[in-house]
């Protein structure tokens, strides 16, 4: 289910001065440029590209020492472009300016509207557990408005009903999920529990 594609890079690093400082370039330009350490889940924007950084501010800004051996985390961002992410070890930049540019790959049709139903799915999966259950069928139904042919949606939408105790809606959403795939397990399961919950089906 990964939708952003995380690219690990070897990167081309030009050797250009003697300051101590890195060169960030990007094609496109004007791509969001965060850090953060290896491991660790909080990043930090530096700008958009291009972009310079001297060691010693990046250092500052990630609590780096000059004996620190840790990988640091260049990622980089761009609506409607495959995010990439870069390491760079944070004790080896010596003292001269190092360049590199980034080239960005458009992220296609395909990847774009996953990306999008999954937001929503994530987003109706939140809405439902808070019992915002109206904000959840909007998110849901925009799945389906992006194709019509996701199980998962209508077992989702399904299950939003049954939280909402509506059986005869909840029954008829797992329904559609199985008829588009007759081995859908859990809708399967769904539409056994309501028919044990109520005898009339």
Not at 115 to 131: D, I, P, S
């Amino acid at each position: 289910m990964g939708i952003r594609q995380i690219i690990f890079t070897t990167m081309s690093i030009l050797i250009s001065s003697c300051t101590s400082k890195l060169v960030i370039q990007s094609e496109p330009p004007q791509v969001e440029v965060s850090v953060a350490i290896e491991g660790q889940a909080e990043k930090i924007k530096l700008g958009q590209t291009p972009l310079e950084i001297e060691e010693a501010k990046l250092n500052e800004t990630l609590k780096l020492t000059s004996d620190s051996a840790q990988w640091i985390q260049f990622i980089f961002e761009k609506k409607d472009f495959e995010t990439k992410t870069v390491y760079l070890p944070s004790n080896r930049f010596g003292e001269l300016t190092k360049t590199f540019k980034i080239q960005m790959k458009t992220m296609d049709a395909n990847s774009t509207t996953v990306v999008k139903m999954m937001r929503h799915f994530f987003n109706a999966k939140k809405f439902a557990e808070t019992r915002q259950f109206e904000q959840a069928h909007q998110e849901i139904d925009k799945v389906i408005a992006l194709d019509s042919q996701i199980p998962q949606a209508y077992s989702m939408k399904g299950g939003i009903y049954f939280l909402q105790s509506q059986m005869d809606q909840a029954a008829n959403y797992y329904t559609k999920a199985i008829q588009i795939d007759p081995s859908f397990d859990e809708a399967i399961k769904m539409l056994d529990t309501i028919k044990n919950k109520d005898g009339k089906r």
